[in-house]
């Protein structure tokens, strides 16, 4: 089991940059892939970024180019650091541990970028 907590989300105004981060309660290392999700109000969630173990990342397309996922496989914390923001990215960010037989969820931070 992975209890995961995350932290970072504001409100900022467009054009501004975040950095969000999840820590983990156990190390992450071997876990096969940690990512974000963003559910905006209305809307399904939507994975926005991905890293594996191995350290291959996969982002959606609306933010390839202005978020960067990384992970600190030492402070057990994966991190989001998002740029250029829009208002569009407004959501609620969940931090995700995907296993082999499961996936765990935080709790979600609020980012609410304002035009």
């Known amino acids: 089991q992975v209890q995961l907590v995350e932290a970072g989300g504001a409100l900022v105004q467009a054009g501004g940059s975040l950095r969000l981060s999840c820590a983990a309660s156990r190390s992450i290392r071997s876990i096969n892939a940690m990512a974000w999700y963003r559910q905006a109000p209305g809307k399904q969630r939507e994975l926005v970024a991905r890293?594996?173990?191995?350290?291959?990342?996969n982002y959606a397309d609306s933010v390839k180019g202005r978020f960067t996922i990384s992970r600190d496989n030492a402070k057990n914390t994966v991190y989001l650091q998002m740029s250029s923001l829009k208002p569009e990215d407004t959501a609620v960010y969940y931090c995700?541990?995907?296993?082999?037989?499961?996936?765990?969820w935080g709790q979600g931070t609020q980012v609410t970028v304002s035009s």
């Open positions: 995700a541990a995907v296993l082999i037989t499961n996936a765990y």
């Open positions: 890293i594996t173990s191995g350290g291959t990342t």
